[in-house]
């Protein structure tokens, strides 16, 4: 009833103030930690620095992949010693350890013969009717446009049909990514693609005011009028305070942004002229300011027919996991199990509370709700998540506190070995008092290669990756001279600086540090607020309840 309707529209203003007020606070909360850290003028220069100044290279780099690993000696102590260390770095969430199937929800070769014959039935139809919007209205998940488009509106295939066919003619239809799709070229012109347009919109209200409103200021307009302060005065729209300016409109957005009246006036009236239009909105006073250069437009009926999974194909494909589910329930068989389905099964996944997706799954959130209410070992139901069917089981729980040694043991001893390798190869490079780059790459059995415009500041050197040591030493080196060997994260790199040179751009102190302080303003805000929460003496059960 009524009251019920208050009482929810006034809670659902409660709830918009109410978030409103806790965004502004803590976007004040952000801002004020933002500008306590603000940057300073040597901020400033040493950030331009780093990207102003570019060197090109030659370069020889020997991987460590050309070491075995069974030659390096790695000890348990200088694991533990390397964990203790970012110890901080592997805190954990509680989280839980699953294997789940998902299969596609996919259409049936019945399915696809089925739409194949329903847009095969409307060709004939489609070619000879005058009413092809009503046929693509009542067939197509598109719905008709009674617009002109301009070629760089359509897909490659549409264009090709488009430019290259008469009026009347039919494609297709053709079958591609599961949909079918057949075009008709209804219509093509000489025309501008863009209209510039200005109104002035009189509310609706009484009509016969509006009505004699809307003549009188045609006549003042005829006569002269200055359109830009009557829109001022008169214009009950936003528009109004930049003298009824709207904007650039195509076809398309004319007819989506009003309407088809609306769309036919902008596009037909001369430049400068007026035209009364009405509209849901009131009665409009448009005037077209510019037009771009004609060109050609066509107006494409398209039908568009996604081939969707059938009520019969949806409940054959769960019946079928439903089954296989009740004739195997048990987790630890569950993989040879699945395998010999034909299931593909993923294992060993970690969620925690705090993921909303399992993968890229859509909807798979009560997944993962459901894990967290069940323990080792269960087997759920079949949840529907999007466009596939979903089952998973417990493996695990993860405690909440700090990732153990022997979870992280496999890839702290590659970092450690890598570095030992690293260690060994300049060793033995600085042993052989070499002085070119090639005599370097034949001691290395590699290849001379170059790179250019690197800077104390590049993320990425081109065809090399993320070096930030060899970044270092690049800005560092004088032109022309052999470097030592550089021990990076993937190998051991010799370099000479052939060319060094500064961009033209001039040092705008000011810009640089309002740049600085608006990456520093995201990243302190982001950072604050997570440390608010990670220090919080909250429990988080939400996983409780979705």
Known sequence: DQQAQLLQARNFWLFWEKNIKRQRLEQKYTTLLSKAVAANVLDAKEAFNDAAENSDIVYAMQSYASIPDSTIEVSKSEIEKLYNQRKELYKQKEGKVIKYIAVDIRPSQEDYDKASADIESLKEEFTTSEKVADIVNENSEVPYMDAFFTENAFDPEMKQFATTSEVGAVYGPVFDNDKYRM???????????????????????????????????????KNGGDFAALAKEFSADQAAENGGELGWFTEITALRGVNEDFKNAVFSTPVNEIAKVKSLYGTHLVKVTEKTANVNKYKVAD????????????????????????????LAKLDEAAKEAGYNLIAGVNVTADNQTLGSIKNSRPVIRWAFQNDKGEISEIFECDDKFVIAGVEGTIKEGYRSVASLTPALKAEIAAQKKGEKIAADLKAKNLTSVEAYADAMGSKVDSVKFINFG?????????????????????????????????????????????????????????????????????????????????????????
Not at 307 to 324: A, G, R
Not at 475 to 483: I, N
Not at 512 to 540: C, H, M, P, W
């Open 458 to 546: 590049t993320r990425r050197i081109a065809g090399i990756g993320v070096e930030p040591k060899l970044n270092a030493m690049v800005s560092l080196a004088e032109v022309g001279q052999v470097s030592a060997p550089v021990a990076g994260n993937n190998g051991v790199y010799v370099f000479k600086v052939y060319d060094r040179n500064k961009e033209a751009k001039e040092y705008n102190e000011a810009e640089e540090i309002k740049t600085l302080d608006a990456s520093n303003a995201y990243r302190f805000g982001f950072q604050a607020i997570q440390s608010l929460v990670n220090k919080a003496d909250v429990e988080d059960n939400r996983i409780r309840f979705f």
């Open 303 to 330: 039908i568009d027919m996604t081939v969707s999974p059938s009520s019969k194909t949806y409940s054959n494909i769960y019946n079928e996991l439903n089954q296989f589910i009740s004739q195997n329930n048990d």
């Open 183 to 221: 075009f008709k070229l209804v219509d093509k012109k000489m025309g501008p693609d863009s209209v510039k347009v200005s109104h002035i919109m009189l509310a609706n209200g009484d009509e016969a005011r509006t009505t004699a409103l809307a003549d009188s200021l045609m006549n003042v307009l």
